[in-house]
């Protein structure tokens, strides 16, 4: 089994999908348009997806991740139906003026149900939280339930990607 795919069980399951992903500024929006794949791949066909990434004219990279989300989404067959600008802020310290975007996409042109998920290129991987911060963890297991505020290290365990259960 190829861990950087979305499981079988997963595809066309879902009528919508919303995705929140990594910025996509250090990899041109490549981390983005990982997500957006993966929530292509679980939705049924003519469905719908929400997703939420950085919007700030004054900086140029915005606009390429915007443009190149865009672009990925009418080649899968959707369009942008709308888009919220500049709805969120996202009270970074390393970006504390940075807002983002509301897009909302549906299909239009009704896509042939999929048959596989493609593993994310290692590309794709290399910077994909950032420059040099490549993805390493597949998921987050809770440890012991739901925490308020910040959970301690013992609650939690980082599953690597090379590790399968």
């Not at 979305?6 to 066309?12: C, D, E, H, I, R």
């Not at 919508?16 to 348009?33: D, E, I, K, L, M």
């Not at 606009?63 to 600008?85: C, D």
Request: hydrophobic share 35%; charged share 20%; with cysteine.
């Amino acid at each position: 089994m190829r861990i950087y795919t979305l499981p079988s069980t997963y595809w066309n399951a879902y009528d919508a999908f919303y995705t929140n992903p990594p910025w996509g500024a250090s990899n041109n929006g490549q981390s983005v348009n990982a997500f957006i794949k993966r929530g292509i791949e679980a939705i049924k066909p003519k469905g719908i997806g929400t997703i939420v990434i950085a919007d700030d004219s004054s900086l140029d990279w915005t606009n390429q991740v915007i443009f190149k989300t865009q672009e990925m989404l009418i080649k899968s067959g959707f369009i942008v139906s709308e888009m919220i600008p500049c709805l969120h802020e996202y009270h970074l310290d390393d970006a504390p003026e940075l807002t983002s975007c509301c897009m909302l996409a549906r299909n239009a042109i009704e896509q042939p149900k999929i048959d596989k998920s493609e593993p994310l290129s290692s590309e794709i991987l290399k910077n994909f939280y950032g420059r040099k911060t490549p993805l390493t963890v597949r998921y987050v297991r809770d440890l012991s339930g739901l925490n308020r505020g910040k959970a301690p290290d013992s609650s939690y365990k980082l599953i690597p990607l090379e590790e399968t259960l």
